[in-house]
């Protein structure tokens, strides 16, 4: 674990990314054309109707958490999946470590996923000596830069074309031209040969079926779909939050998500996978496939009757967006790991009180995140609350670390 920043040394850093005028534009060109993009992916639909659906499902899913891993685990390994459930971040990143070792893995391609994360487990895995790869391009540049994402969606958005041309050229050791179009096919040739050569592949989930034992996910590359389909291995990382218990309930969501994250009706992939299906780099032509579960204290925090609904959270960076702070500073300085007006609340619950500490003094209390969340979080009072337990005012919650 990294040490927690002192106030001084935060606030000199706030004061550089205020000075940073490259982060202000980019930050405020793009949560000036955010609002109009929900807009328009709203169009015909009552927004308020359809989040109140996600709320109403996730709260239900998450009152019965327990039940739903045990019917998902039950069907899933019915199908050929082997099922673990990880109780800490460290538990998480030893099991998928084990597997890598037992299946004689060493080359990793893992696609974006803000659970892997929170348990570190590129920085894990690299540790062990295994290379590993991040195939969504944005996650990709920072990894690159040895730098965390600073947006759960767009994980690069706080650096410039030059800079990307700048860091590609480095890497191939040919100069670059700043063309996005360009520097898109660069990567794409770059992150081919990864797929190809990679021996496990790591995914997240936006969705776990409990009564099937399937696992979904949304993303607009495709690499996900590349890296659970050509490495022989599979090991697929989600918190328990994840779980619903059948398609019907998981669609709610899926009409909010991208509608309310990028200001898509529907992102360009939408994957489902049921069991290990045939490899031909397999043993016995069939994948390995593994899904690890973590808990990291939420079946914990499923039990408190004002902060469950945080675990509702589908991640969709909206609360960022809208972020006057966030606008300001960018995710690096607003956030640990998670990022944006939720960043503040997981920090406290899955990093630990002190790296929390100088970020929940932020907020301005100006309410935008809540009138745009997907989930129907009431972030302004979780926030005030955690700011409480910070200062000992109340608390009877024993933090994450
Ligand atoms: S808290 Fe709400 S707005 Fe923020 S990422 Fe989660 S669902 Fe989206």
Excluded at 64 to 82: D, T, W
Excluded at 139 to 147: G, N, S, V, Y
Excluded at 199 to 204: A, R, T
Excluded at 263 to 283: F, L, N
Aim: proline share 3%; glycine share 8%; charged share 25%.
């Amino acid at each position: 674990m990294q040490q927690a920043k002192d106030l001084k040394t935060y606030r000199e850093e706030l004061g550089e990314a205020i000075d940073n005028t490259f982060l202000h534009n980019t930050m405020d060109k793009f949560a000036r054309a955010y609002p109009q993009g929900r807009e328009n992916a709203f169009t015909g639909l009552d927004p308020q109707a359809l989040i109140a659906e996600v709320v109403e499902s996730k709260d239900s899913a998450i009152g019965r958490m327990e039940e739903l891993y045990q019917e998902f685990k039950k069907n899933a390994e019915a199908a050929g999946v082997q099922v673990h459930l990880a109780r800490t971040a460290a538990e998480a990143t030893d099991i998928i470590t084990r597997i890598a070792r037992e299946e004689g893995c060493s080359r990793v391609v893992k696609s974006k996923s803000m659970t892997a994360e929170e348990v570190r487990l590129s920085r894990h895995l690299a540790g062990e000596g295994m290379d590993i790869t991040e195939a969504d391009l944005g996650e990709w540049i920072i990894q690159l830069r040895h730098e965390g994402p600073s947006h759960m969606v767009l994980p690069a958005i706080h650096l410039s074309r030059d800079q990307v041309a700048e860091l590609f050229s480095e890497v191939t050791g040919a100069l670059q031209s700043n063309d996005i179009e360009k520097l898109v096919k660069v990567a794409r040739r770059e992150l081919r040969v990864k797929f190809a050569e990679g021996d496990m592949g790591v995914s997240g989930a936006n969705f776990c079926l409990a009564d099937s034992g399937t696992i979904g996910f949304v993303t607009n590359e495709g690499n996900a779909r590349l890296l659970t389909t050509l490495p022989r291995v599979h090991v697929a990382l989600m918190g328990l939050d994840k779980v619903v218990p059948n398609l019907h309930e998981a669609l709610k969501v899926l009409r909010v998500l991208p509608r309310n994250a990028t200001g898509q009706a529907i992102t360009s992939y939408v994957t489902w996978i049921h069991g290990p299906v045939e490899c031909k780099a397999a043993r016995n032509d069939r994948k390995i496939f593994h899904i690890v579960f973590l808990d990291n204290g939420r079946t914990t925090l499923a039990k408190d009757p004002l902060f469950s609904q945080i675990l509702r959270c589908v991640r969709c960076g909206a609360c960022a967006n809208v972020c006057p702070v966030f606008r300001m500073v960018g995710g690096h300085h607003f956030g640990h790991i998670y990022v944006g007006a939720i960043g503040l609340i997981f920090t406290y619950f899955f990093h630990g009180r002190d790296n929390a500490k100088n970020l929940v003094k932020n907020c301005i209390n100006c309410q935008a995140c809540k009138s745009v969340c997907a989930a129907g979080i009431d972030l302004p009072r979780l926030r005030r609350w955690s700011r409480a337990f910070r200062t000992r005012r109340a608390t009877n919650w024993t933090p994450g670390c």
